[in-house]
């Protein structure tokens, strides 16, 4: 039983259009993430929801826009896809609620690579 | 605030030798540090991590690591390589609020046989 499970595994689209990305966890957690790794491997936070609620919202574009129907599920939505956001996009999840410290670790999905032509 | 640095994005050993990978960190508040391991096209698993208590971890696969407070250090050990650790290696520190993780730029490990 997968604990963190994201959808599509790769998606290959042309510039222009609109995609998305679907993660789901089964671990309880109340907090997720969506990172993106790039070419470099450096991997940034683009957004985090801690129960439905955006609680980080890096310098993001705002082609990118992220989805929380509850607390088990955070989607990300790319509209207008550029040459740039080619990258792998990674989903997390967390025990630790927003604006506390949190000591629990990070448990990540396998990835979504994404490829813009 | 939070950051981590690990030096040298690139490390190679010869298998059965010594792996040495650099983590330093920089936190305003205790830190939480953690090392993560991503084997290619797979997501990132935890390797260990230091929250309190004893400052020397150990992790899955023989790996281990010393929390040294006044190198402010994480580095990341294991006796004797064997292939099956050639990956990327992330170090990692927490302790912000909003649940905060900071990873470093990583560093890729090559095993020689």
């Known amino acids: 039983d997968t604990a963190v499970s994201q959808t599509p595994k790769y998606l290959v689209t042309q510039m222009g259009n609109d995609k998305s990305i679907k993660c789901e966890q089964n671990l309880g957690h109340d907090t997720m993430y969506w990172y993106k790794q790039d070419s470099k491997k450096f991997l940034k936070i683009m957004f985090s929801?801690?129960?439905?609620?955006?609680?980080i919202n890096e310098t993001v574009p705002n082609r990118f826009s992220p989805k929380s129907p509850d607390k088990a599920h955070l989607n990300l939505h790319i509209n207008s896809l550029e040459l740039g956001d080619s990258a792998v996009y990674f989903c997390?999840?967390?025990?630790?609620?927003?604006?506390?410290?949190?000591?629990?670790?990070?448990?990540f999905g396998e990835g979504s690579r994404l490829t813009v032509l | 605030a939070q950051s981590v640095t690990q030096l040298g994005s690139h490390v190679s050993v010869s298998e059965g030798a010594l792996v040495l990978l650099r983590c330093n960190y920089s936190?305003?508040?205790?830190?939480?540090l953690f090392w993560y391991v991503q084997y290619p096209n797979q997501g990132l698993q935890l390797l260990l991590k230091?929250?309190?208590?004893?400052?020397l971890v150990k992790g899955i696969n023989g790996f281990e690591a010393e929390f040294k407070k006044s190198e402010t250090s994480f580095h990341l050990t294991k006796p004797s390589a064997h292939m099956s650790d050639a990956a990327e290696y992330f170090c990692a520190v927490s302790g912000g609020t909003g649940n905060q993780f900071y990873f470093g730029t990583g560093t890729s490990l090559t095993v020689i046989p």
């Open positions: 936190s305003s508040v205790p830190p939480y």
């Open positions: 929801y801690n129960n439905k609620e955006l609680i």
């Open positions: 997390a999840s967390s025990q630790g609620s927003g604006g506390t410290l949190n000591t629990g670790e990070l448990f």
């Open positions: 230091y929250t309190t208590g004893a400052t």
